[in-house]
């Protein structure tokens, strides 16, 4: 992070640890609205040359060729097998491009897209200081004008804003030190928002289906299983890509027999990613991608098959084999 950031956070009394924490549900209607300090899961990583976009189309499920300055992607970087190294949320800033993707990725994904550069003029910028990452969420009673309406588009001015796919107003901020100091002065001290917890961020990501993977999931589903596909994170009409060939024969012949689901435990930790899920006859069925607890529940997205599942008798596969229920929206 940011050390003048961080440094900033901390004289504002921030939360700024990333612990778990038992949550409690927020009244949006009482508050102008919240902002969450630090997306610590999140990175950023530039990359810049005259060749970065050619580099990136072959590289990456979404069409990188129809990024513009206002319009941003979620896609994917894939091995040969069609599998999901990463998934990120993709802008065009000034002509490079920003992949924003789970931090403790960050390293492995730069490693392996720089075997792909050769001799293209193509340079990966580890721009995690450069970037300070806001969580936004605006109660529907107090709708500023700075934000973008649509989703997944970008306004660079007054401050670099992008609005997230959600049933509620959230807007991702990726943004310099000093134009994040101002935004967060802005909002708490002029709108009256209030400051929330990292936690509070990654639970929301949860219930509105964003498949962001980790070191445990990395190489683990195609696209599709991440509902990528529904998120406009897949070009089946872009040309080759590493992967193309497994993620667009699913495609075209129907073939994805799983998908992510929201679900939810009683059980008392969050279960790790990966944990797999069992059917009544204790067989894998499934695995979760990310989890957080709320309150006196877990919440979860999991990988599950999109056939007619026995929503009752789902289980954890640990050591307590609690209950996994289907959150249907």
């Known amino acids: 992070m940011n050390q003048t950031w961080k440094s900033f956070l901390i004289e504002q009394q921030a939360r700024i640890n990333t612990q778990p924490v038992n949550l409690e549900a ?9 902002i969450y300090p630090v997306i610590s899961d999140l990175a950023v990583l530039k990359v810049t040359g005259k060749d970065a976009a050619r580099f990136l189309q072959g590289q990456v499920t979404c069409n990188i060729n129809e990024l513009t300055e206002e319009r941003c992607s979620f896609g994917a970087f894939c091995n040969v097998k069609g599998r999901v190294i990463t998934s990120f949320l993709a802008l065009k800033s000034h002509g490079d491009f920003l992949l924003i993707l789970p931090c403790e990725l960050f390293d492995s994904v730069t490693e392996k897209l720089r075997k792909y550069i050769l001799r293209a003029d ?35 001015e007054p401050y670099s804003l992008l609005k997230l796919p959600s ?86 012949l129907g073939k994805t027999k799983r998908m992510l689901f929201l679900v939810e435990s009683d059980c ?47 289980t954890l596969d640990i050591t307590t084999k609690d209950k996994v229920r289907l959150i249907k929206l």
């Not at 934000?147 to 660079?156: G, K, M, R």
């Open 26 to 34: 927020d009244d949006l209607n009482k508050q102008a609205g919240q």
């Open 122 to 156: 193509v340079q990966l910028i580890d721009s995690r200081d450069e970037y300070c990452l806001l969580g936004i969420r605006q109660s529907s009673t107090s709708l500023l004008p700075i934000f973008p309406e649509h989703d997944l588009t970008f306004v660079a």
């Open 167 to 252: 049933s509620q107003l959230r807007y991702l901020a990726v943004t310099p030190t000093e134009q994040a100091i101002e935004l967060w002065t802005l909002l708490t001290q002029n709108q009256g928002y209030q400051a929330s917890q990292p936690e509070q961020w990654r639970l929301l990501d949860i219930e509105d289906r964003i498949p962001w993977v980790d070191k445990e999931t990395s190489e683990e589903f195609i696209p599709q299983m991440l509902n990528l596909d529904q998120l406009g994170g897949i070009s089946f009409n872009k040309g080759c890509y590493t992967g193309q060939e497994i993620v667009a024969r699913t495609h075209y």
């Open 268 to 314: 008392i930790e969050a279960p790790p990613p990966n944990t797999a899920i069992l059917d009544s006859r204790g067989q894998t069925i499934g695995k979760v991608l990310r989890a957080q607890k709320e309150s006196d529940i877990i919440k979860m997205l999991a990988v599950l098959p999109n056939s007619e599942l026995d929503g009752e008798n789902l």
